[in-house]
Every structure is written in structure tokens, then in C-alpha cells.
T-cell receptor
Framework: GENVEQHPSTLSVQEGDSAVIKCTYS??????FPWYKQELGKRPQLIID?????GEKKDQRIAVTLNKTAKHFSLHITETQPEDSAVYFC???????????FGRGTSLIVHP | DAGVIQSPRHEVTEMGQEVTLRCKPI?????LFWYRQTMMRGLELLIY????????DSGMPEDRFSAKMPNASFSTLKIQPSEPRDSAVYFC?????????????FGPGTRLTVL
């Protein structure tokens, strides 16, 4: 099955800086890579996703890149704000049934 | 749309008691997932259903855990007997298989504490 590794486990930045979270996956058949944001005490919510036929996708201050050859994908947040503070999860998976495997999460702390 | 609904939101029980968690998926969704989240193990998939049929329960920790989906709008996760190590937040998620992005929608979770 799929194995998703996520780094770092904790990331601390100053407001306005950029933040990058990286994930690797093991199954070359994986073709869908969502990112979820989970605020303290809340549910995970999808913030951006990318499919394997696309190398990069951007939505305002967040972007995701995918390198299929190296089997890694990354989340980029620019101009970070205190409200970006949360735990971010990457996930990978594929096939017709698509069952996502989640990374362990990255706790992002944005200091004002 | 109310989103995925879970009940109860919080449950405190004593070791050995039976616990039943409930989930109502988003109307029209045909795939349902149960997850357990802890600091130590992260977000673990316990079981998922497609069209009310359990497809993969390999994540269910042991026989004390069981899940059912009697119809498209209701699922339960039961722990009997409960143990302190079962303390966690349990999430239910649903999606519509075949949609373009396979997005899962999570419920608010049930925080279970077993004393």
C-alpha cells in the first residue's frame, strides 16, 4: 500500500515569511494529492489538491507542486498570517477507489 | 447542506463500557470513512464503505471495534468493551465516488475519553 512521509513535524515562521511543507509517497500509481488544514479543535478541511497530470497549482497565497519522478509534493504558503497557524496534512493515493493515506501532519505556527 | 453530522461530540465513559459513535454523511455521497486521530498515531483510517458495503476494515484495531452502515444516511462505530487507549478523536468523512477530485468532507469529530 501507499506510504506517505511528511516533513517537518513542526514549522515556526514569522508573519510575512513563506512556509514550505514537503511530502513523499511510495506508490507510483498514486494520482491525487490533497492537502488538508486542521485548526485546533476543528475538523480537517481541504485547502488545495493536485492531480498527477499537473506539476503545479496555485490558489492565492497557497501553491502545491508535484514531482512524479521523485515521488514528492510540497505545499507552499507565501506571506503567512497568524490565521494560517494550524496542522497541515498531506495525503496520497490513487486507483479507482482512491483511498487516501495521510501524512503525520505539520504543525505550522505563524508568529505575529 | 448541513455537512457530515456526528454524534455525540464528546463522550466520557468508563473502561469496559460500550460506546457507540454515529455519523450521517452528506446526502448523495456514496462513500464513508471512519478515522481515529491521536497525537501518537496521527490520522488513521479504520474502515470505509462504498454504497453501504464495508470495503476495507484492515485498519480496525481489534475485535472490540465494529462498524455498520445500514443505509446510505447512517453509520455507527461501536467499541465494546472500551479501554483507556481508545481515547481519541473519531472522525467520519464522506465523499461522492467518481467526482472529479475525490474530495472527502469530514464531520466535526467525536472526542472520546475512556477513564
Amino acid at each position: 500500500g501507499e506510504n506517505v512521509e511528511q516533513h517537518p513535524s513542526t514549522l515556526s515562521v514569522q508573519e510575512g515569511d513563506s512556509a514550505v511543507i514537503k511530502c513523499t509517497y511510495s506508490d507510483s500509481a498514486s494520482n491525487y494529492f490533497p492537502w488538508y488544514k486542521q485548526e485546533l479543535g476543528k475538523r480537517p478541511q481541504l485547502i488545495i489538491d493536485i492531480r498527477s497530470n499537473v506539476g503545479e497549482k496555485k490558489d492565492q497565497r497557497i501553491a502545491v507542486t508535484l514531482n512524479k519522478t521523485a515521488k514528492h509534493f510540497s505545499l507552499h504558503i507565501t506571506e503567512t498570517q497568524p490565521e494560517d497557524s494550524a496542522v497541515y496534512f498531506c495525503a496520497g493515493g490513487g486507483g479507482g477507489s482512491y483511498i487516501p493515506t495521510f501524512g503525520r501532519g505539520t504543525s505550522l505556527i505563524v508568529h505575529p | 447542506d448541513a455537512g457530515v453530522i456526528q454524534s455525540p461530540r464528546h463522550e466520557v465513559t468508563e473502561m469496559g463500557q460500550e460506546v457507540t459513535l454515529r455519523c450521517k454523511p452528506i446526502s448523495g455521497h456514496n462513500s464513508l470513512f471512519w478515522y481515529r486521530q491521536t497525537m501518537m498515531r496521527g490520522l488513521e483510517l479504520l474502515i470505509y464503505f462504498n454504497n453501504n458495503v464495508p470495503i476495507d476494515d484492515s485498519g480496525m484495531p481489534e475485535d472490540r471495534f465494529s462498524a455498520k452502515m445500514p443505509n446510505a444516511s447512517f453509520s455507527t462505530l461501536k467499541i465494546q468493551p472500551s479501554e483507556p487507549r481508545d481515547s481519541a478523536v473519531y472522525f467520519c468523512a464522506s465523499r461522492r465516488v467518481g467526482t472529479r477530485y475525490n474530495e472527502q468532507f469530514f464531520g466535526p469529530g467525536t472526542r472520546l475519553t475512556v477513564l
